[in-house]
T-cell receptor, first 111, second 111 residues
């Protein structure tokens, strides 16, 4: 995919603050979206998903927002903790067997 | 829920040597299976995916091949490794063709 050769952007936040990680997706026909968290040396871990018939979905300390008008997806993490430090990937699906992954954003939490 | 196993966890191989990475899945049947490669600090590149036994789709031309001899077994191979084959190899599983769950990964270093 086109994200493979790009360096990861970094978001630095202070412990306890809220984090917002953004993602622009590519296909207006995409109907399912996922956020993954990848810690160093590990495989990506599913965090939360959302379908295109929803604008917002909440999990434990995380919220995903979907704006279909501008093809934008965001992940909000409340009260960010050191354990939230990782790379976060968004992914989209439009009725195929494959996911299209975003570039990824590195989240750094400092005390 | 499914569990994905990958081995070995780490592998150091000389250039020109063969490769065989194995991925097995527990807790689900007839899943879609995927092989990704990830360079350090980069995004995910889809290499192969399979929707059933013996069915392999290749995403990028390369030095690697994949096979699915059993429903829950996916193998990534090479006859002769190149330096550029170094990377973090991830196997993923999807039961509903949408949400993919990842294994722990295999780190390959070709010298």
């Amino acid at each position: 995919g086109e994200s493979v050769g790009l360096h990861l952007p970094t978001l630095s936040v202070q412990e306890g603050d809220n984090s917002i990680i953004n993602c622009a997706y590519s296909n207006s026909a995409s109907d399912y979206f996922i956020w993954y968290k990848q810690e160093s040396g590990k495989g990506p871990q599913f965090i939360i998903d959302i379908r295109s018939n929803m604008d917002k979905r909440q999990g434990q300390r995380v919220t995903v927002l979907l704006n279909k008008t501008v093809k934008h997806l965001s992940l909000q993490i409340a009260a960010t903790q050191p354990g939230d430090s990782a790379v976060y990937f968004c992914a989209e699906n439009f009725n195929t067997d494959k996911l299209i992954f975003g570039t990824g954003t590195r989240l750094q939490v400092f005390p | 829920s499914q569990t994905i196993h990958q081995w070995p966890a780490t592998l150091v191989q000389p250039v020109g040597s063969p490769l065989s990475l194995e991925c097995t899945v527990e807790g689900t049947s007839n899943p879609n299976l995927y092989w990704y490669r990830q360079a350090a600090g980069r995004g995910l590149q889809l290499l192969f995916y399979s929707v059933g036994i013996g069915q392999i789709s290749s995403e990028v031309p390369q030095n690697l091949s994949a096979s699915r001899p059993q429903d829950r077994q996916f193998i990534l191979s090479s006859k002769k490794l190149l330096l550029s084959d170094s990377g973090f190899y991830l196997c993923a599983c999807a039961r509903d063709s949408e949400t993919q769950y990842f294994g722990p990964g295999t780190r390959l270093l070709v010298l």
